[in-house]
DNA sequence: CTAGCTTCCTGATAGC
DNA sequence: TGCTATCAGGAAGCTA
C-alpha cells in the first residue's frame, strides 16, 4: 500500500519511538520476509543492535545501527510497521517481533508477505538491496523539468509508467502517479517523447506539490496510527483521481474514465488530462 | 526499447 | 448462503 509520503508518515511515527533504543532479541516467524543474509544470520547480526536513526530513501525504510551496519525495510503492498506495547493485541500476519531496551516491542506484519528485510554491514553493496538503482527523491531540488527532459524526452513510454520508474524519480505509486497527472492536465497514455518543455516543467513542480500534499495530509499522531495498527492512511477520501472512476471530476463535472497501462489501473478526467499533440 | 505477461500472497468484493 | 472469478496501492524477471 503504502508510497513515498506514507513511507514517510511511518518513519516519522517511529523514528522517535525506536532511537536510541536497542534490539534485545529477534522472533522471527516468518523467514520468507528474510531478503538478506541468509534468516538466522539475519536474526543473529540483528539481536544487540543499538537503532540510531530511522531514515527513508523512495519506498525504502533505513535503519541505522551503532554498529555501521543497517536494515532495510520495504513494505511492498501490505506491510505494516508497529512499535507496541507487549501486551498488544498480536495482529494475524505477524512475522517479526522484536523486544526493545524500553520494554516496547517492533513489530512487522504483512497480510501478502510481499515486503522484505535486508540486513547490511558496512561493506557490503547497496546493490543487494538496489538502493543504487534508485533515482533522485521527488522532494529533493534536482527534481526540475530539465531532469525529467533529460530522462524521458526520448521515450516512447506513457507518461504513467515514466513516474512508476523508480529508477529516475523514487517514491511515486500508483495511486500518487493518477494525483500527479491529475493536478498536473496530463492523459496517463501520453508518450513521453509528445511532451513540451514547459510540460516537463509543470510535472516537475507538480510532482514536488502533491507528494509534499501527501505527506501532509497524511500527517497522524502515534496513537492514531497504532490505533489504526499502522494501515489507515487518512489522506484517501481526500484524493482527487485515485479510484474515481465513473463519478464526476472535480473540476469539470465530467465521469471520469479509467484505463489500463502496464497493468496497473489509472483513473483521468477524459476532458481535463485530454492528449497533447506531438512536438 | 517497449508491451505484456507471470510470480510472489491473502482478502475483499462482485456476480451467479 | 456459498461458490468462483477478479482485483488490489510493488517490483523483478521473462518473452516476444
Same mark, same amino acid.
Given at each position: 500500500?503504502p508510497? =513515498?509520503?506514507?513511507? !514517510?508518515?511511518i518513519?516519522? /511515527? @517511529?523514528?522517535?519511538q525506536v532511537?536510541g533504543r536497542t534490539i534485545r532479541? *529477534?522472533?522471527?516467524l516468518?523467514?520468507q520476509?528474510?531478503?538478506h543474509?541468509a534468516?538466522?544470520a539475519?536474526v543473529?547480526?540483528l539481536?544487540?543492535q543499538?537503532i540510531?536513526s ?8 533505513l ?5 555501521g ?18 501486551d498488544f493485541p ?7 517481533v522484536?523486544p ?7 513489530r512487522?506484519i504483512?497480510?501478502r508477505r510481499?515486503g522484505?528485510?535486508? =540486513?547490511l554491514?558496512? !561493506?557490503?553493496s547497496e546493490? /543487494? @538491496?538496489g538502493l543504487d538503482?534508485l ?5 529533493? *531540488?534536482d527534481?526540475?523539468?530539465?531532469y ?7 521515450r ?6 515514466a513516474?512508476?520508474?523508480?529508477s529516475v524519480v523514487c517514491?511515486?505509486?500508483n495511486?500518487y502517479?493518477?494525483e500527479?497527472?491529475?493536478a498536473a492536465?496530463l492523459?496517463p497514455?501520453e508518450?513521453?517523447?509528445h511532451?513540451?518543455t514547459?510540460?516537463w ?5 507538480t510532482?514536488r ?5 501527501g505527506i ?8 492514531e496510527?497504532l490505533a ?10 481526500d484524493?482527487?483521481?485515485y479510484?474515481?472512476e465513473?463519478?464526476p471530476c472535480?473540476?469539470c ?6 484505463v489500463t497501462?502496464g497493468g496497473?489501473?489509472?483513473c483521468y478526467c477524459?476532458?481535463c488530462?485530454?492528449?497533447k499533440r506531438p512536438?
Amino acid at each position: 500500500m503504502p508510497e =513515498l509520503p506514507e513511507v !514517510e508518515t511511518i518513519r516519522r /511515527i @517511529v523514528e522517535p519511538q525506536v532511537a536510541g533504543r536497542t534490539i534485545r532479541a *529477534v522472533r522471527l516467524l516468518q523467514e520468507q520476509v528474510i531478503a538478506h543474509p541468509a534468516p538466522n544470520a539475519f536474526v543473529r547480526f540483528l539481536s544487540g543492535q543499538k537503532i540510531t536513526s530511522l531514515d527513508r530513501r523512495g519506498k525504502f525504510l533505513l535503519f541505522h545501527f551503532a554498529s555501521g551496519d543497517r536494515m532495510v525495510l520495504h513494505l511492498r503492498m501490505t506491510g505494516q510497521l508497529l512499535v507496541t506495547p507487549t501486551d498488544f493485541p498480536m495482529e494475524k500476519h505477524t512475522h517479526l517481533v522484536a523486544p526493545l531496551s524500553d520494554g516496547n516491542e517492533l513489530r512487522y506484519i504483512d497480510v501478502r508477505r510481499f515486503g522484505r528485510f535486508w =540486513l547490511l554491514r558496512p !561493506e557490503e553493496s547497496e546493490a /543487494i @538491496v538496489g538502493l543504487d538503482r534508485l533515482g533522485i527523491e521527488p522532494l529533493s *531540488v534536482d527534481l526540475t523539468g530539465a531532469y525529467l527532459k533529460e530522462h524521458f524526452e526520448r521515450r516512447a513510454i506513457p507518461i504513467k509508467a515514466a513516474l512508476l520508474d523508480q529508477s529516475v524519480v523514487c517514491g511515486i505509486g500508483n495511486i500518487y502517479a493518477d494525483e500527479i497527472l491529475y493536478a498536473a492536465y496530463l492523459h496517463p497514455e501520453e508518450p513521453c517523447n509528445h511532451l513540451s518543455t514547459r510540460a516537463w516543467n509543470r510535472l516537475a513542480v507538480t510532482i514536488r506539490d502533491i507528494i509534499a500534499w501527501g505527506i501532509e495530509t497524511d500527517s497522524m499522531m502515534p496513537e492514531e496510527y497504532l490505533a489504526g495498527k499502522g494501515k489507515e492512511y487518512r489522506n484517501t477520501p481526500d484524493l482527487r483521481a485515485y479510484g474515481h472512476e465513473g463519478k464526476p471530476c472535480l473540476r469539470c463535472g465530467r465521469t471520469m474514465k479509467r484505463v489500463t497501462i502496464g497493468g496497473r489501473s489509472s483513473c483521468y478526467c477524459p476532458y481535463c488530462q485530454r492528449k497533447k499533440r506531438p512536438v
